[in-house]
């Protein structure tokens, strides 16, 4: 039996129609993880409290060594498998961080200074008290790292009236110097970030990370900058602090004050992890009991906010072999004429320590 034509042809559009739709099926069974992808990834980091880095210091056990630990990277969970990192948002290494000033560049005897401009070109303003006749040791007090943390910085000021009018007597052998805040920004904004990072998540120490958290319960994916030292602030203060340190070698003391750990306040020393040990810089321990008794100010070898503070200003001077200490004030209100006595008789007994050693 012969098929016409017309029944030859109805065959072969049927034929064809069931080729075509077999190749549609494996060309999206092809594609379809990648899809996927674009609909289902969670960003890990935009939660708080979420640990993003597998090379953190346990405070128990100890911590990674500082020249081999890795850079955090963020994660991402895909639909399909296990977290990935991400290569979307490559964090720099710290090595990358710019190099510092040479100290020639830096004058420590000008009686008022700038140690350099801020995001928004605001000077970073610091006064200066050299010592006179023989210069052994250095201690610098910082005000105001987190600009709506300022109620240390009337206290700084009677005292910098003090030394001026010669109601106190400087000790021959110690110079003072007195920065206002290097977050000047976040000063005239009343906020704690400068543009947006938290400047004393910004350091070069080894648990820096770019997400950070601030409080128990918030978290700031970009907070501790793309790199250490990527803010104007933090890498001018670290090369006016290096180029001192060249000056008085291992003669040189930072505090760093906050605010707030009520009801008492809170001293505590900068810590540094190398082979996994905390060293516990015995000279900051030592310095951060002192200034705690005599202001009468709680003291802890490690910080008890009940979240992780990384990247931070006195850890990364510890370990440039500075001595460096946090103290919070115990409010974040002008403090009272009993609590400035306070905060006052701490700075002295530790400014009287130094400079009989």
Known sequence: MRLRPEVWLALFVALAFVVFSLSAIAVAATFQPSLAVTQVVVIQTATPNVDVATDAPNLTTGGPDPSTASTPIPLVTLAWGSPQPSTSTPVPSPTSSPSPQPAATFNFSSAQ????????????????????????????LVSGIHGDEMNAWPILQLLITNYQSGELIQPPNLSLYFIESPNPDGVFLNRRLNAKVDLNRNWETYDWRTGVEISPIDFLPTGGGSRPFSEPETFALRNWLLG?????????????????????????????????????DAASRELGQLFAAAAGYDYDNLWTGGYRVTGDASTWAVAQGMRSLTVELPTREELTEPEAQ????????????????
């Open 244 to 280: 001192l340190h060249a000056q008085y070698p291992g003669n040189v003391t930072v505090v760093y004050f906050h605010a707030a750990v009520p009801p008492d306040g809170l001293v505590t020393p900068g810590t540094h992890w190398v082979n996994g040990r905390d060293l516990g």
């Open 342 to 357: 306070k905060l006052r008789e701490g700075i002295l007994a530790i400014l009287n320590f130094i400079a009989g050693q």
């Open 113 to 140: 200074f700038s140690l350099g401009g801020s995001v928004q070109g605001r000077d970073i303003v610091g006064y200066a008290f050299p010592a006179q006749t023989d210069p052994l040791h250095a201690l610098v």
